[in-house]
DNA sequence: CGGTTTTGACCTGCGC
DNA sequence: GCGCAGGTCAAAACCG
């Protein structure tokens, strides 16, 4: 829990930043279907997303050590846990490194290496799920996305994106739930650096859903 | 033409 | 050590 950090907030005192709520919800707020816009729900924001993914959409799980699962306190997963997941979020979501003016990534990212003796040290992550048709939650700011991967017992593929505000590295992942396909999982994974580069009214209400119900 | 997406290859970590 | 799965890179294709 050492790095615990908001991640939808951008790291300045701009107003359009939500002020950190309270660490340690544990919420379940799935769905608002009611909500006429394209995201038919409020997002689901769990300070550990993945315990109720487990439970309920059987997702992975974030960081193998507890002491280095950037901050989401939870006893580590297992191998067959991941293996029986649904197209588990990976615990190797965390193979970066905290330094969000470097876009290099630390081991287990393609190419690039890790020096030996670096100590790996893990992004904070905040995953919440949305009832959508659409994949891309509209959440203000740009992304690009750099990759696809198939995933283990999920028919959908898992997408990844990186901010593309210069020097601003946060990465999402989106996936879909195979489960119920109604359902995608986005992941986090940094903090901006940046003010949101656009208004929007549909993300507005999941933000303040966010800023009731999670410090992410 | 510049930015974004697609996609195959590559790399790492982990379990067996 | 090997194989698998996840994460990233980068060239090519695509699009406005």
């Known amino acids: 829990m050492d790095n615990f950090t ?8 701009s107003p359009a930043s939500p002020p950190p709520v309270s660490s340690h919800l544990s919420l379940n707020l799935t769905t608002n279907n009611h909500n006429n816009n394209n995201y038919s729900h409020a997002p689901a924001v769990y300070d550990d997303p993945y315990d109720h993914l487990d439970d309920d ?13 950037g901050g989401l306190d939870r006893v580590s997963p297992t191998t067959s846990e991941l293996g029986n997941s649904e197209g588990g979020i990976s615990d190797h979501l965390n193979n970066n490194n905290t330094n969000n003016s470097n876009g290099n990534s630390a081991s287990g990212s393609g190419k ?3 020096k030996k003796g670096d100590k790996k040290i893990r992004k904070p992550k905040c995953a919440f799920q949305t009832r959508s048709q659409v994949d891309i939650l509209d959440d203000g700011y740009r992304w690009r996305k750099y990759g ?13 994106y990186r ?45 303040t859903q966010m800023q009731i119900y999670s410090s992410c």
């Open 148 to 160: 696809q991967k198939a995933v283990k017992n999920n028919k959908f593929p898992r997408s990844y």
């Open 6 to 13: 908001p991640l939808f907030p951008y790291n300045s005192s």
């Open 57 to 69: 959409q059987n997702l992975g799980l974030i960081g193998k050590n507890p002491d280095e699962s």
């Open 112 to 114: 690039i290496h890790i």
């Open 163 to 207: 901010c593309t505000y210069q020097g601003c590295n946060v990465k999402k992942q989106v996936q879909r739930l195979s489960k119920d396909e109604g359902v995608v999982v986005t992941t986090y994974e940094g903090t901006h650096s940046h003010p949101i580069e656009k208004s929007t009214d549909n993300f507005e209400h999941i933000l």
